[in-house]
C-alpha cells in the first residue's frame, strides 16, 4: 500500500531545508510579500502563463514592482523560491510505494501516482526544464527528483528485475526510467495531445513491457 512519503526529503524539485521564520515586524513584512510574489508567480504558470512577467505578478499580487526587485537577488531567487513553495503544496501527492501485491496492481499504483504528481506539478517542472541549463541548483534538483524515481520504480519491481539476466535487468530499468519519467508523461500530454487516462494507459503498456 502506498503511504505518504512526508517523513522523508521531498524529491520533487528541491531540497527541505528552510530558513528560521522571522521574527521582527519589517521582516515579517517582507516575509509575507515575498510569499505574496510567489503565489502570484506560480498561480500564474498553473493558470498558463508559460513565463510570467514581474509586471503581471505585480498587478495579480499587489506588491510593486520596485518592491519585487528589492525582495529577491535576482529572477532565479524567485524562481527558487517559486519551486520551493510548489513542493509544499503537492507533497502530499508523493507517495511510498512498496514491491508487494500482485504484479498488476503494483504497475497501477506507479502509473497512478505520477499521474497524479505529474498532472500537477507540470508547469513549475517545465519551467524548471527550461531554466536547468543555466542554473546549477536547478539541475542539482532535478537529478535529486530523478534518482527518486528511478529508485521507486527498481524498488517496486525488484522481484520481476531481479529474475531478469543482468543484461536484460539493465535494459529493463532504463525502459522502467524513461517510462515513468516526467518527460514522457509530458510529451503525451502536450505533444500528442493526450487526455490523462489516455496517457495512463501508455505508460502502463510501457511498464507492462519493461517487466515482462
Known amino acids: 500500500m502506498p503511504t505518504p512519503a512526508d517523513d522523508r526529503p521531498n524529491p520533487l524539485l528541491v531540497a527541505d531545508a528552510e530558513p528560521p521564520p522571522p521574527t521582527d515586524g519589517r521582516s515579517l513584512r517582507a516575509t ?3 510569499q505574496l510574489v510567489v503565489e502570484a508567480f506560480l498561480d500564474l504558470l498553473m493558470e498558463g502563463e508559460v513565463q510570467p512577467t514581474a ?9 510593486s514592482m520596485r518592491s519585487i526587485f528589492r525582495l529577491f537577488d535576482d529572477v532565479e531567487a524567485m524562481h527558487a523560491a517559486a519551486i520551493t513553495t510548489q513542493v509544499g503544496r503537492v507533497r502530499h501527492l508523493v507517495v511510498e510505494l512498496g514491491p508487494d501485491g500482485p504484479l498488476g496492481r503494483r504497475i497501477t499504483a506507479v502509473v497512478d501516482a505520477n ?5 500537477a506539478i507540470a508547469p513549475v517542472r517545465r519551467m524548471a526544464l527550461r531554466l536547468a541549463p543555466t542554473s546549477r541548483p536547478i539541475r542539482t534538483d532535478l537529478e535529486r527528483s530523478d534518482a527518486f524515481f528511478r529508485s521507486q520504480v ?5 522481484s520481476e528485475l531481479g529474475a531478469l539476466p543482468a543484461k ?16 514522457v508523461w509530458n510529451r503525451l500530454r502536450t505533444t500528442q495531445g493526450l ?5 495512463a494507459k501508455v505508460v502502463q503498456a510501457m511498464v507492462e513491457h519493461a517487466v515482462a
Request: a negative charge; hydrophobic letters at 45%; one cysteine or more.
Open 154 to 158: 527498481e524498488r517496486v519491481f525488484a
Open 55 to 63: 509586471q503581471q505578478v505585480s498587478d495579480r499580487c499587489g506588491v
Open 115 to 119: 499521474a497524479a504528481l505529474y498532472e
Open 32 to 34: 509575507r510579500s515575498r
Open 168 to 183: 536484460r535487468r539493465r535494459v529493463a530499468v532504463e525502459l522502467l526510467d524513461v517510462a515513468t519519467s516526467f518527460e
Open 195 to 199: 487526455e490523462v487516462e489516455a496517457a
